[in-house]
Nanobody, 125 residues
Framework: QVQLVESGGGLVQAGDSLSLACKAS????????MGWFRQAPGKEREFVAA????????NIADSVKGRFTISRDSAKNTVYLQMNSLKPEDTAVYYC??????????????????WGQGTQVTVSS
């Protein structure tokens, strides 16, 4: 049984930092592209960041580029999202996802096979 469990969300002020973690189990971690998506109230889910199987390549959405970074630790089966200089518009539920997919499909949610339950990030102004 595959499980992706996110942690690290919370309430912070604008300009603060927050680090999310997603621990995967029940799958061969190194075979999956890992991604982070988010969904704000009343909005569609959007791509935030992805990291290749080896960790050598990453892709960050323009909306968070320069503020967010993604990394993975294969020894811990965990993917991280470091969020700096947070803004109120970053408020959303953040989801971790695992995809047995090609790197070219990394930004599309339909390319991912497994999803976590989500963790709430709220940024106050």
């Amino acid at each position: 049984q595959v499980q992706l469990v996110e942690s690290g969300g919370g309430l912070v002020q604008a300009g603060d930092s927050l680090s999310l973690a997603c621990k995967a189990s029940g799958l061969t971690f190194g075979r999956y592209v890992m991604g982070w998506f988010r969904q704000a109230p009343g909005k569609e889910r959007e791509f935030v960041a992805a990291i290749a199987r080896s960790g050598a390549n990453t892709n960050i959405a323009d909306s968070v580029k320069g503020r967010f970074t993604i990394s993975r630790d294969s020894a811990k089966n965990t993917v991280y999202l470091q969020m700096n200089s947070l803004k109120p518009e970053d408020t959303a539920v953040y989801y971790c996802a695992a995809g047995f997919t090609g790197w070219q499909d990394k930004v599309s949610g339909v390319s991912y096979d497994y999803w976590g339950q989500g963790t709430q990030v709220t940024v106050s102004s």
